[in-house]
């Protein structure tokens, strides 16, 4: 079984994506930055649209402070390697998966759009992160990817864990696998660029 598939995902990122990453290495930790800022505003406006739901709201708490710990990190390595904060761009594979979220009508299929968008983000996010810390130069990125590696892997599961709790698991289940559907179509779609996490 390939590492892809442990994660669900069904598409592996083009093997060149690493090659373009570590030349493109200011670019590519501003938008590392980026998404881990907002990661935890995303949590954020996860527990002030569900503070009915305790578990969820418990769960997330603490990731919030990781991820803005972790953008605290990126910005650290880029101030050691002299480099700095570019403008924050537009994502172009958050984005899309957007465009194809249920937004209205049934509350639970809002819910469980919303939780497994972001368990898809961490997916790819913890696949892309394995390939820069298998694949970069630097024994210290190298390092500093794993890490971030096996954060990302635990991220996934709390969010497929939280549908599970709200939904029942065949409908996860069965949304699930259209969404995985939905994500290789938009990776196929995208260029493959060095200076972005997606």
Same mark, same amino acid.
């Given at each position: 079984?390939?590492?892809?598939?442990?994660?669900?995902?069904?598409?592996?990122?083009?093997?060149?994506?690493?090659?373009?990453?570590?030349?493109?290495?200011?670019?590519?930790?501003?938008?590392?930055?980026?998404?881990?800022?907002?990661?935890?505003?995303?949590?954020?406006?996860?527990?002030?649209?569900?503070?009915?739901?305790?578990?969820?709201?418990?769960?997330?708490?603490?990731?919030?402070?990781?991820?803005?710990?972790?953008?605290?990190?990126?910005?650290?390595?880029?101030?050691?390697?002299?480099?700095?904060?570019?403008?924050?761009?537009?994502?172009?594979?958050?984005?899309?998966?957007?465009?194809?979220?249920?937004?209205?009508?049934?509350?639970?299929?809002?819910?469980?759009?919303?939780?497994?968008?972001?368990?898809?983000?961490?997916?790819?996010?913890?696949?892309?992160?394995?390939?820069?810390?298998?694949?970069?130069? %630097? %024994?210290?990125?190298?390092?500093?990817?794993?890490?971030?590696?096996?954060?990302?892997?635990?991220?996934?599961?709390?969010?497929? %864990?939280?549908?599970?709790?709200?939904?029942?698991?065949?409908?996860?289940?069965?949304?699930?696998?259209?969404?995985?559907?939905?994500?290789?179509?938009?990776?196929?779609?995208?260029?493959?660029?060095?200076?972005?996490?997606?």
């Amino acid at each position: 079984m390939s590492k892809v598939s442990i994660l669900g995902l069904q598409l592996p990122t083009d093997p060149r994506w690493v090659n373009l990453a570590e030349i493109s290495l200011e670019e590519v930790l501003t938008d590392h930055a980026f998404c881990e800022q907002k990661a935890a505003t995303s949590c954020i406006s996860l527990i002030q649209r569900y503070p009915d739901k305790s578990m969820l709201v418990e769960e997330l708490a603490p990731i919030v402070t990781e991820e803005w710990g972790h953008f605290r990190q990126v910005l650290a390595e880029m101030k050691k390697r002299g480099y700095t904060l570019g403008k924050q761009r537009k994502d172009a594979y958050v984005n899309a998966l957007m465009l194809h979220q249920n937004k209205g009508g049934d509350p639970a299929s809002v819910l469980l759009d919303r939780l497994l968008i972001f368990a898809l983000i961490e997916a790819r996010s913890c696949e892309r992160f394995r390939l820069l810390s298998e694949g970069l130069e %630097d %024994d210290y990125l190298r390092e500093f990817y794993r890490k971030f590696m096996i954060s990302e892997a635990g991220h996934y599961r709390l969010f497929i %864990d939280l549908a599970n709790e709200y939904l029942p698991e065949d409908k996860v289940k069965t949304r699930w696998a259209e969404w995985l559907k939905i994500e290789a179509e938009i990776i196929t779609g995208l260029e493959v660029r060095g200076d972005r996490m997606h």
